[in-house]
């Protein structure tokens, strides 16, 4: 379609204000939300599966009579566009390169340089983004609100942030400590996953080692562990020949560690110094004692060893890991081997490494440690341990941990599951920071309400139900501030700043009455809690404020108690673990009723021909350039057929061609349509109630969300069924007219642009297809009698194709007998048990039929000999119908016609 036309509808959608809705009690509301986009960025084909839904549901939702509010605001907080800003600022090259690629799709090349000169400062970065992503928004059709956005970092929404977390203080979850968390080193700051890159795709957790203490003549070498049981297996330690090791002191023990290791150990204790730096050639000379055990063992170089895992040091044990078993074969070391877990099926690391055929390929090395690892945990005893022997390894793993950490002979090590940088190419790793606030997630009390909230509320696909239940369970405590960073301080200590995830738990309900909190707060510079406690929990205002105020709380209040909770919620399941569970759990603890969410929708990721969508494998298709290179009404089409909502949906040449060809034959038609009026006669009787049909299973569909096949019936199955109606000889126009209104009706969703313009062009001229209702109640527009009739046809004629087939002759005649008077008679007097005598040789063969035999026979003779030009113009032969009047040996039976190729 000519992009023209898009752009003439967004335009006219955005003057005539059709998708800011106004509070109705005599109308169903609607409330559906997707995550507000962060600011720091364009956004891509995947960004947009989930923004795409938001608005095919609204859109269905206000077909369906409902007043539907869809809004959208923009993420801001945290370190991200701080980080970008400064590092633009610094001349960072890989960050202006970044930033250039962006604003080349937007801007003339002389405003370039003007435009990345201004993002020095970090607010002309989000103002920039937001105002592009608002235009890709409308140049796709989404039917979103503008007039309610706002920011993260808008005051009158720091205002909410402020009551939300006094709330939550007021219930014991605010709390201060010590605490493990994600840092930047170069910024100096906690990160949260929205700080990280591929941090919402690729989750970074936080692992807790055994930092176990080996004790040599002069010093210690800590090894990080996740296994501390396999510690009587030690044979050897390994360092790396290249990498820079120190010796810090800490609890007046003299530890080498790598230097990396040493950047991270001293932001998880207190009190290390560092004393001087150590080589590996001073290291290997000597000998050291393995804690419990006692044992002497010698340190190798190895350059497997990774400086920048753990403590760069790593303990030996060959006979309980594969890796360390294959270098010890690869390199000819010489020592003997210790199995000190022995498990049921007896499995060894021997046995794995032929297995999985790694001597010559290490390809399954990961798999082979993973199946060596978990049938170890699960299934291991342990043996030639000492007073540890005959334990599990569940059970032992945490006994000889807490043993070495009560004798000093252990220190934790926090360690990242995987090696992360932020957005910004800062490294990220784990620090332990000195009176964090955190939100206490772990009270029974919140735990069960989170339950019975989840237990409530709509899952689509259901099967996250359970997910979320285990995502709540699993969550304890959430650091919830930091040092510096774009967003809301913390009420009780300003020189903290509440954390991009928890400042955006509750954000939604600040879209109902934007306009009023924000009138409030330009009035008092504040909004009091006593006034948010009315407006949000229904609670007596306490103070004292002017006629404004007091107009803006009320009608604050009436939109909030109008539009909330928010019926659905869709995301995409990286957030199950995080904002989903945070979401959650915030409403449980501080709303009830039906101020709690309804429901959740998780779609699946998108990858791009074949692959994840990244920079590096150059399969990053933005927004932009899909309006551009295809239209927006393809882009949704291809989203919503290309898989269901909860599957893997890869955006590539070969499918994307097909939906194309589909969508323009359905424009084809429109353009080609000129209006007849409905036909008479059979195929067109036919096709209406075909449509109809399909229309009630797009209804069912769509109102339990399963969206792709509700766009399947409508639109494939349709123009399928219009091809039939061509293969008949009927005129498409006529079979179009009757129905047309409510084809463009129930499309709209998907292709908001097209049925916008042919509903202009064939129906009327003086309304939106946009705003339309459709009928729900079809019923009586169904023929099923006429349904059914053509399904006979087309089944009798697929009979004689696979015929054909089989017998590989030049077909000149089919012979179709059909039921008659004498089957009749034999089912009736079978089905009441009062057979005569003449009719008892046909029961083998209605014996043989039963299950395939219609039970509500049709006047197939009168379907066959109406259609008899039809059928043999389709298969090339002449037709003879013949109505059995006789006891065959094979018999005709009611949808079983005998069919004889001659």
Same mark, same amino acid.
């Given at each position: 379609m000519?992009h023209d036309?898009?752009?003439?509808?967004r335009?006219?959608?955005?003057?005539?204000?059709?998708?800011e809705?106004?509070?109705?009690?005599?109308k169903?509301?609607?409330?559906?939300?997707?995550? $507000?986009?962060?600011?720091n960025g364009?956004?891509h084909?995947?960004?947009?599966?989930?923004?795409?839904?938001?608005d095919?549901?609204?859109r269905?939702?206000?077909l369906?009579?409902?007043?539907?509010?869809?809004?959208?605001?923009?993420?801001?907080?945290?370190?991200?566009?701080?980080?970008?800003?400064?590092?633009l600022?610094?001349?960072?090259?890989?960050?202006i390169?970044?930033?250039?690629?962006?604003l080349?799709?937007?801007?003339?090349?002389?405003n370039?340089?003007r435009?990345?000169?201004?993002?020095?400062?970090p607010? #002309?970065?989000?103002?920039?983004?937001?105002?592009?992503i608002?235009?890709?928004?409308?140049?796709?059709?989404y039917?979103?609100d503008?007039?309610r956005?706002?920011t993260?970092a808008d005051?009158?929404?720091?205002?909410?942030?402020?009551?939300?977390?006094?709330?939550?203080e007021?219930k014991?979850?605010?709390?201060?400590g010590?605490?493990?968390?994600?840092?930047?080193?170069?910024?100096e700051?906690?990160?949260?996953?929205?700080?990280?890159?591929?941090?919402?795709t690729d989750?970074?957790?936080?692992?807790?080692f055994?930092?176990v203490?080996?004790?040599?003549?002069?010093?210690?070498?800590m090894a990080a562990s996740?296994?501390?049981?396999?510690?009587?297996?030690?044979?050897?330690?390994w360092?790396?020949?290249s990498?820079?090791?120190?010796?810090v002191?800490?609890n007046n023990?003299?530890? *080498?560690m790598?230097?990396?290791?040493?950047?991270?150990?001293?932001?998880?204790?207190?009190d290390?110094?560092?004393?001087?730096?150590?080589?590996?050639?001073?290291?290997i000379?000597?000998?050291?004692r393995v804690?419990?055990? +006692?044992?002497?063992v010698?340190?190798i170089?190895?350059?497997?060893?990774?400086p920048?895992n753990?403590?760069? &040091?790593?303990?030996s044990?060959p006979?309980?890991?594969?890796?360390?078993?294959?270098?010890?074969?690869?390199? +000819?070391?010489?020592?003997?081997?210790?199995?000190v877990v022995?498990?049921?099926?007896?499995?060894?690391?021997?046995?794995?490494v032929g297995?999985y055929?790694?001597e010559?390929?290490?390809?399954?090395?990961k798999?082979?440690?993973?199946?060596?690892?978990?049938?170890?945990?699960?299934n291991g005893?342990?043996?030639?341990?000492?007073?540890y022997?005959?334990?599990?390894?569940?059970?032992?793993?945490?006994?000889i941990?807490?043993d070495?950490?009560?004798?000093?002979m252990?220190v934790i090590?926090?360690?990242?599951?995987?090696?992360?940088v932020?957005?910004?190419g800062?490294r990220v790793?784990?620090a332990?920071?000195?009176?964090?606030?955190?939100i206490?997630?772990?009270?029974?009390?919140?735990k069960?309400?989170?339950?019975?909230?989840i237990?409530?509320?709509?899952?689509?696909?259901?099967?996250?139900?359970?997910?979320?239940?285990?995502?709540i369970? $699993?969550?304890?405590?959430?650091?919830?501030?930091?040092?510096?960073?774009?967003?809301?301080?913390?009420p009780?200590?300003? @020189?903290?700043?509440?954390?991009?995830?928890s400042d955006?738990?509750?954000?939604?309900?600040?879209?109902?009455?934007?306009?009023e909190?924000?009138?409030i707060y330009n009035r008092l510079?504040r909004?009091?809690?006593?006034i948010l406690? !009315?407006?949000?929990?229904?609670k007596e205002?306490?103070?004292?404020?002017?006629?404004?105020?007091m107009?803006?709380?009320?009608?604050a209040?009436?939109?909030?108690?109008? $539009?909330?909770?928010?019926?659905l919620?869709?995301?995409a399941?990286?957030?199950?673990?995080?904002?989903?569970a945070?979401?959650i759990?915030?409403?449980?603890a501080?709303f009830?009723?039906?101020k709690?969410?309804?429901?959740?929708?998780?779609?699946?990721?998108?990858?791009?021909?074949g692959?994840?969508?990244?920079?590096?494998?150059?399969?990053?298709?933005s927004l932009?350039?899909?309006t551009?290179?295809?239209?927006?009404?393809?882009?949704?089409?291809f989203m919503?057929?290309?898989?269901?909502i909860s599957?893997?949906l890869d955006?590539?040449e070969?499918?994307?061609?097909?939906?194309?060809?589909?969508? @323009?034959?359905?424009?084809?038609?429109?353009?080609?349509?000129?209006?007849?009026?409905?036909?008479e006669?059979?195929?067109?009787? $036919?096709?209406? @109630?075909?449509f109809?049909? +399909?229309?009630?299973?797009?209804?069912g +569909?769509?109102?339990?969300?399963?969206?792709?096949?509700? !766009?399947?019936?409508?639109?494939?199955?349709?123009?399928?069924?219009?091809?039939?109606?061509?293969?008949?000889g009927?005129?498409i126009?006529k079979?179009?007219s009757?129905?047309?209104?409510?084809w463009?009706?129930?499309?709209?969703?998907?292709?908001?642009?097209?049925?916008?313009?042919?509903?202009?062009?064939?129906?009327?001229?003086?309304?939106?297809?946009?705003?339309q209702?459709?009928?729900?109640?079809?019923?009586?527009k169904i023929? #099923?009698?006429?349904?059914?009739?053509?399904?006979?046809?087309?089944?009798? &004629?697929?009979?004689?194709?696979?015929?054909?087939?089989? &017998?590989?002759?030049e077909?000149?005649?089919?012979?179709i007998? *059909?039921?008659?008077?004498?089957q009749?008679?034999?089912?009736?007097g079978y *089905?009441?048990?009062?057979?005569?005598?003449e009719?008892? @040789?046909?029961i083998?063969?209605?014996?043989?039929?039963?299950?395939k035999i219609?039970?509500?026979?049709l006047?197939?003779?009168?379907?066959?000999n109406?259609?008899?030009?039809?059928?043999e113009?389709?298969?090339n032969m002449?037709?003879?119908? *013949?109505?059995s009047?006789?006891?065959?040996?094979?018999?005709?039976?009611p949808g079983r016609p005998?069919?004889?190729?001659?």
């Amino acid at each position: 379609m000519d992009h023209d036309i898009d752009i003439k509808w967004r335009d006219r959608w955005e003057k005539s204000h059709i998708f800011e809705p106004v509070a109705e009690n005599s109308k169903p509301k609607f409330f559906v939300t997707v995550p $507000w986009p962060y600011t720091n960025g364009s956004l891509h084909v995947g960004h947009g599966r989930t923004y795409t839904l938001g608005d095919i549901i609204a859109r269905y939702k206000r077909l369906t009579g409902f007043n539907v509010l869809f809004p959208m605001g923009f993420h801001e907080s945290g370190t991200p566009i701080l980080a970008f800003s400064e590092r633009l600022r610094i001349g960072d090259k890989d960050t202006i390169k970044l930033y250039r690629n962006y604003l080349m799709e937007y801007e003339k090349p002389e405003n370039i340089d003007r435009i990345l000169e201004s993002f020095k400062e970090p607010q #002309n970065i989000a103002e920039y983004f937001s105002k592009v992503i608002i235009k890709d928004f409308m140049d796709l059709g989404y039917s979103i609100d503008w007039t309610r956005k706002f920011t993260s970092a808008d005051p009158f929404y720091q205002e909410i942030v402020k009551w939300q977390f006094r709330q939550l203080e007021s219930k014991g979850l605010i709390k201060k400590g010590k605490y493990p968390i994600l840092y930047s080193i170069n910024d100096e700051n906690a990160v949260g996953e929205d700080d990280i890159k591929d941090g919402d795709t690729d989750k970074v957790s936080i692992e807790e080692f055994t930092g176990v203490l080996f004790r040599g003549d002069k010093y210690y070498l800590m090894a990080a562990s996740l296994r501390p049981e396999t510690l009587f297996g030690v044979t050897n330690i390994w360092v790396n020949p290249s990498a820079q090791y120190a010796i810090v002191r800490y609890n007046n023990m003299d530890i *080498v560690m790598s230097k990396d290791g040493y950047t991270k150990f001293a932001l998880q204790h207190e009190d290390v110094q560092y004393v001087s730096s150590v080589t590996p050639d001073e290291i290997i000379v000597q000998k050291f004692r393995v804690p419990i055990q +006692n044992d002497m063992v010698s340190v190798i170089k190895a350059d497997f060893v990774d400086p920048d895992n753990g403590t760069g &040091i790593v303990y030996s044990v060959p006979g309980h890991s594969i890796f360390d078993y294959l270098y010890y074969r690869k390199n +000819n070391i010489k020592s003997s081997i210790k199995r000190v877990v022995e498990v049921k099926s007896r499995i060894t690391v021997e046995q794995l490494v032929g297995k999985y055929g790694l001597e010559n390929n290490e390809s399954h090395l990961k798999d082979a440690t993973q199946e060596l690892y978990k049938e170890e945990f699960y299934n291991g005893t342990l043996i030639n341990s000492g007073p540890y022997s005959g334990m599990t390894v569940a059970g032992a793993r945490d006994t000889i941990k807490s043993d070495l950490m009560k004798n000093n002979m252990a220190v934790i090590f926090y360690e990242t599951n995987r090696k992360a940088v932020t957005r910004s190419g800062s490294r990220v790793i784990v620090a332990v920071l000195k009176d964090q606030w955190f939100i206490d997630y772990s009270p029974k009390w919140l735990k069960e309400k989170a339950h019975d909230l989840i237990n409530s509320m709509r899952f689509y696909p259901e099967l996250y139900r359970k997910l979320m239940m285990d995502a709540i369970d $699993w969550l304890k405590e959430r650091p919830c501030a930091r040092r510096r960073g774009i967003g809301t301080r913390m009420p009780f200590d300003e @020189s903290w700043v509440i954390e991009s995830l928890s400042d955006s738990t509750i954000y939604m309900l600040a879209y109902t009455n934007k306009k009023e909190l924000e009138n409030i707060y330009n009035r008092l510079n504040r909004i009091p809690d006593d006034i948010l406690d !009315y407006v949000l929990l229904g609670k007596e205002i306490r103070g004292k404020y002017e006629n404004y105020v007091m107009d803006n709380a009320i009608s604050a209040k009436r939109e909030f108690d109008y $539009w909330y909770g928010n019926d659905l919620r869709i995301t995409a399941p990286p957030h199950i673990s995080n904002h989903l569970a945070f979401f959650i759990m915030n409403h449980a603890a501080i709303f009830r009723g039906e101020k709690l969410p309804g429901g959740l929708m998780i779609s699946g990721l998108v990858i791009s021909n074949g692959a994840k969508i990244s920079k590096s494998k150059g399969n990053v298709i933005s927004l932009l350039e899909i309006t551009n290179r295809y239209s927006a009404d393809i882009y949704r089409l291809f989203m919503t057929v290309g898989a269901d909502i909860s599957s893997l949906l890869d955006w590539n040449e070969k499918d994307l061609s097909s939906v194309i060809k589909r969508y @323009s034959y359905f424009i084809g038609l429109l353009d080609g349509f000129t209006d007849p009026g409905g036909g008479e006669g059979y195929i067109y009787t $036919w096709f209406t @109630s075909a449509f109809y049909k +399909n229309l009630k299973t797009y209804i069912g +569909n769509m109102e339990s969300m399963n969206i792709r096949d509700a !766009y399947i019936a409508i639109f494939y199955n349709v123009m399928n069924d219009l091809k039939n109606v061509e293969n008949h000889g009927g005129d498409i126009n006529k079979a179009i007219s009757p129905i047309l209104a409510d084809w463009l009706k129930a499309l709209s969703p998907i292709m908001p642009f097209s049925c916008e313009e042919y509903w202009h062009r064939h129906i009327d001229d003086n309304t939106f297809v946009s705003t339309q209702t459709i009928d729900t109640n079809i019923d009586s527009k169904i023929d #099923n009698e006429v349904l059914k009739s053509e399904n006979y046809l087309n089944r009798v &004629i697929s009979d004689i194709r696979e015929i054909l087939k089989i &017998i590989h002759i030049e077909p000149k005649k089919a012979i179709i007998t *059909v039921y008659g008077t004498k089957q009749e008679k034999f089912i009736k007097g079978y *089905v009441e048990n009062s057979l005569e005598q003449e009719y008892k @040789s046909m029961i083998p063969d209605y014996m043989k039929n039963k299950n395939k035999i219609d039970t509500e026979p049709l006047d197939e003779y009168s379907i066959l000999n109406r259609n008899k030009k039809y059928i043999e113009s389709l298969l090339n032969m002449e037709i003879i119908l *013949v109505k059995s009047n006789q006891i065959l040996k094979k018999n005709p039976w009611p949808g079983r016609p005998r069919i004889e190729i001659e």
